[in-house]
């Protein structure tokens, strides 16, 4: 039987519509088991009012466990969804096997992008990468500035209703590349609570004048205790005048976060000299649910 | 629309049957794109001859190329086809995106097993790793000892369909964990123009009195050119008098390989100590990937 279906739910004054893809059960395909189960996921409508525009999301979550019907997950939520969601959907489904057992089964949330350039930047700016503004009209950047907003659109929004709606526990990561990495590292610094882990895989410190590498100047300090996992990572890439300007940027927030010995503060640091910037994902990815996951409590 | 088909082909002498999943196609779930896409697959089942049985298969295939219809792949072959062919299918499908890159496009076939230890052990043996017999009629080894005949399904049955059925090119990958390690090598050994390169990730040498270890003295010698590639590696794992027997192994397999300067012969040996026998996968067939096509003259 392959069965889909679309219905609209009423959630606050929101109305979201649910889309389900249920694939052909293994039974009519083969005699024999197991078969390939490829990842499936629910993909959601968000009506966000923060952003005044419906937002797509994609959850995948764990097979119903029948021995513990009211077992709950972690979740993870993923930026840049269309790049990432389905490599770390297949991480934890396989590293959560009983033969395997490194991780604990987990909810996937993937974000994919509408305005990327929009969401994903933490100010307003026009400069370049090399340092250079672009003042044409049709700057790539000239929707930048809107991260806080989206920040308030995840957390007022898509959270309750993934909490509403999915067997959740309260731990959550939040997972971001690049641009990505930026808006997991703004996050930490001015909205720490909304999440227990942080990954920033190649955060875009260059942005805005390294405006983030100021702000976490700012906020991270060792009087203040930060109870928060971060990974962050980047690799060879952003090369200018023979300086990796990515590496270069992770070196001095490591250093903010190392010699301030923020208190309660579980941090990691992996560099990829090996990986571009479009690789790196494939190795941080698991090495972050890695480093979160040594924690037994958390699994 | 969903839909779902399954229909008799007859290919030579043997009923093969062949079913198809087709996805929800996006334009369904949401007006705009891009949307999740799970990797699908098709799901064969071989009569088999040689093994007499019916063996299924999973089959990834890069969706068509609309520019350039007549475009050709190279081929990964997977053993252990319900642990790895998901992520490596997943793997290959990010990293031919062509903002990534650094691999080809390919076809991946998963082959999950119906009598792991029958197929996957090139001799019969009741030995377990410690070096015990087991002569109980339970042992768990007493199907032992298929393993060549499983190479014959491979080359003269699967490998024909494949080529009849799918646009490949005659580049082929074989790769395999553990069990699956010990016969992608000895495939190498004893029928090396099988594929062209291969993947052994934690082979278990230590079958049959380290049977493939002699095997390997025996063949692989400085006088004949072995046009070919390896990627072998261990973890930490299968410790025994605080001696990783695995690792051990590799190390001899690695010492007859790079000590005899075997012409032609294209290799990497990877140690992964911070992962188990189960977690190698996820970076060994990644790194095994990467290797193999730094070549650009395989792309």
Not at 166 to 185: E, L, Q
Request: glycine share 6%.
């Amino acid at each position: 039987m392959n069965y889909s279906s679309c219905l609209k739910r009423h959630f606050g004054n929101s109305i979201v519509y649910v889309f389900f893809i249920l694939l052909i059960p293994n039974s009519l395909l083969a005699q024999t088991d197991p078969v390939f189960k490829p990842i499936s996921a629910d993909i959601i409508q968000l009506s966000s009012k923060v952003l005044g525009e419906y937002r797509k999301v994609y959850i995948y979550a764990p097979p119903a466990d029948t021995l513990m019907p009211d077992k709950r997950y972690p979740v993870m939520y993923i930026l840049d969804g269309d790049n990432h969601f389905s490599l770390v959907a297949e991480y934890c489904r396989y590293l959560s096997r009983s033969d395997v057992n490194v991780v604990p089964e987990m909810i996937i949330v993937g974000i994919p992008n509408t305005n990327r350039v929009r969401d994903l930047t933490p100010t307003h700016s026009i400069t370049d990468n090399d340092g250079n503004p672009d003042t044409t009209s049709n700057s790539r950047y000239k929707s930048s500035g809107g991260g806080n907003i989206f920040l308030q659109f995840i957390g007022t929004e898509l959270i309750p209703y993934i909490d509403a709606h999915y067997k959740t526990k309260p731990f959550k990561i939040f997972a971001g590349h690049s641009f990505g990495g930026i808006t997991t590292i703004n996050c930490l610094l001015t909205r720490p609570d909304m999440f227990g882990a942080y990954i920033a895989i190649s955060p875009s410190f260059w942005w805005d004048k390294g405006y983030l590498l100021s702000l976490a100047a700012e906020k991270l300090k060792n009087d203040r205790v930060i109870n928060k996992m971060i990974f962050y990572s980047d690799a060879y890439e952003g090369l200018s005048d023979g300086q990796s300007t990515f590496h270069n940027d992770l070196v001095k927030f490591d250093a903010i976060i190392t010699q301030r010995k923020i208190p309660g503060l579980d941090h990691k640091y992996v560099s990829y000299p090996e990986d571009t910037h479009m690789t790196e994902p494939i190795k941080a990815y698991y090495d972050a649910l890695r480093f979160i996951f040594r924690r037994s409590d958390l699994r």
